[in-house]
């Protein structure tokens, strides 16, 4: 056992309390950075209003763009079950974004916004995905209006996206109007 001479503890807690503040600090200015300059593209998406118990009611998000036909996108490399894929996005006729291309590995020069996830499975024509921003916490009343505009189907859901393909969420639409924009701080 290393004793510490009672000198030194008094420096060596405040050196682990700025490590660990540092630490947090980091991880608010990268989201920071990543709604003010991320790629803004917005997506189609259904809801599911499940309860966690230590940190309230979210919404599930099951994005449109986590099962597409093979055929609809360019595949480039061999992705793998189980291994993260990029998607390239480009906007649609209908202002929501989908998927053209499919990368196995991280792209260097993508023509549009890629999103980073996991491939699921390549049943028959279709790759089903699955990306981290599948929750989105709110208040219980607001969860269930959410719920009830997903059966309306007229949710989508803004993303700000860095260029490795990182997410964060950034606001929630409804019939292609914003509806909620996530606080930077």
């Given amino acids: 056992m290393i004793r510490l001479?009672?000198?030194?503890?008094?420096?060596?807690a405040l050196l682990a309390a700025l490590v660990q503040t540092a630490a947090v600090g980091k991880m608010?200015?990268?989201?920071?950075?990543?709604?003010r300059n991320g790629?803004?593209?917005?997506?189609?998406?259904?809801?599911?209003d499940p309860r966690d118990l230590f940190r309230g009611h979210y919404v599930t998000l099951r994005l449109d763009i986590?099962?597409?036909?093979?055929?609809?996108?360019?595949?480039?490399?061999?992705?793998?079950?189980?291994?993260p894929v990029w998607v390239e996005l480009a906007?649609?006729?209908?202002?929501?974004?989908?998927?053209?291309?499919l990368y196995a590995?991280?792209?260097?020069?993508?023509?549009g916004p890629v999103?980073?996830?996991?491939?699921l499975g390549s049943w028959g024509d279709q790759y089903t995905l699955r990306f981290p921003i599948d929750r989105y916490f709110a208040p219980e009343p607001q969860a269930l209006e959410l719920e009830q505009l997903r059966r309306d189907d007229k949710l989508g859901v803004v993303l700000a996206l860095a260029?490795?393909?990182?997410?964060?969420?950034?606001?929630?639409?409804?019939?292609?109007?914003?509806?909620?924009?996530?606080?930077?701080y």
């Fill in 163 to 184: 260029p490795d393909g990182t997410a964060a969420i950034k606001g929630l639409t409804v019939d292609g109007r914003v509806v909620y924009t996530e606080p930077l």
């Fill in 39 to 48: 790629a803004e593209v917005r997506l189609e998406t259904g809801f599911i």
């Fill in 115 to 119: 999103l980073k996830g996991t491939l």
């Fill in 66 to 83: 986590s099962q597409f036909s093979q055929d609809s996108v360019e595949t480039l490399g061999d992705p793998q079950l189980g291994q």
């Fill in 91 to 101: 906007e649609g006729t209908n202002g929501f974004w989908q998927p053209t291309r």
């Fill in 105 to 111: 590995a991280q792209p260097e020069a993508a023509q």
């Fill in 5 to 12: 001479s009672r000198r030194l503890i008094g420096p060596a």
């Fill in 28 to 35: 608010v200015i990268d989201r920071n950075s990543l709604l």
